[in-house]
T-cell receptor, first 114, second 115 residues
Framework: AQSVTQPDIHITVSEGASLELRCNYS??????LFWYVQSPGQGLQLLLK??????LVQGIKGFEAEFKRSQSSFNLRKPSVHWSDAAEYFC????????????FGAGTRLAVHP | SAVISQKPSRDICQRGTSLTIQCQVD?????MFWYRQQPGQSLTLIAT?????????ESGFVIDKFPISRPNLTFSTLTVSNMSPEDSSIYLC????????????FGQGTRLTVV
């Protein structure tokens, strides 16, 4: 079955520290991959997306993600976290082959210590 | 990109009543999607709304509980019927993200509390 896994439910980092949020997908073919951020009381904002080509993609707010086919992963990274980055982060995948629906991971809640 | 307006942004409702959520998009789209996000959970697709046809519901969601209207290419409504506290969630409208590698855009969501 098609699925997206975010192993970390909660992550806490200090402001200025680096960040990596993990995302794995389960399916044979490479799906389209997305990272969304949801701030408290807000809708979802797209951070970045991977469709094909360069496996390192740059997004907004200084985020980047790297697609690794061998690991079925699409981890989100940021070299220096700001307090305003505290939010919920969702990895999502659009699987092809007839299903064609966006599937979300469980989300990772990021807390940032001053 | 697409700009999606949802209303109401939040509501507190009595159990047994119904609430209709509206979603307006700033451009014409073929499909609109309704998601539910239960407290502390991820997003679950409720249904896909196509203009001119009945909505397609995902497993676990039924039309009697979540009737959907799609009168034109820029507007849709989701009704949460006969509400119970278990329906307390954020309901989000979305467009895009289906095929052709397009990204999905989301409304701000409707935070529903049933008491």
């Amino acid at each position: 079955a098609q699925s997206v896994t975010q192993p970390d439910i909660h992550i806490t980092v200090s402001e200025g520290a680096s960040l990596e949020l993990r995302c794995n997908y389960s399916y044979g073919a490479t799906p389209y991959l997305f990272w969304y951020v949801q701030s408290p009381g807000q809708g979802l904002q797209l951070l970045l997306k991977y469709f094909s080509g360069d496996t390192l993609v740059q997004g907004i707010k200084g985020f980047e993600a790297e697609f690794k086919r061998s690991q079925s992963s699409f981890n989100l990274r940021k070299p220096s976290v700001h307090w305003s980055d505290a939010a919920e982060y969702f990895c999502a995948a659009l699987f092809s082959g007839g299903y064609n629906k966006l599937i979300f991971g469980a989300g990772t809640r990021l807390a940032v210590h001053p | 990109s697409a700009v999606i307006s949802q209303k109401p942004s939040r509501d507190i409702c009595q159990r047994g009543t119904s609430l209709t959520i509206q979603c307006q998009v700033d451009s014409q789209v073929t499909m609109m999607f309704w998601y539910r996000q239960q407290p502390g959970q991820s997003l679950t697709l409720i249904a896909t709304a196509n203009q001119g046809s009945e909505a397609t519901y995902e497993s676990g969601f039924v039309i009697d509980k979540f009737p959907i209207s799609r009168p034109n290419l820029t507007f849709s409504t989701l009704t949460v019927s006969n509400m119970s506290p278990e329906d307390s969630s954020i309901y989000l409208c979305s467009v895009g993200g289906q095929g052709q590698g397009t990204e999905a855009f989301f409304g701000q969501g409707t935070r529903l509390t049933v008491v």
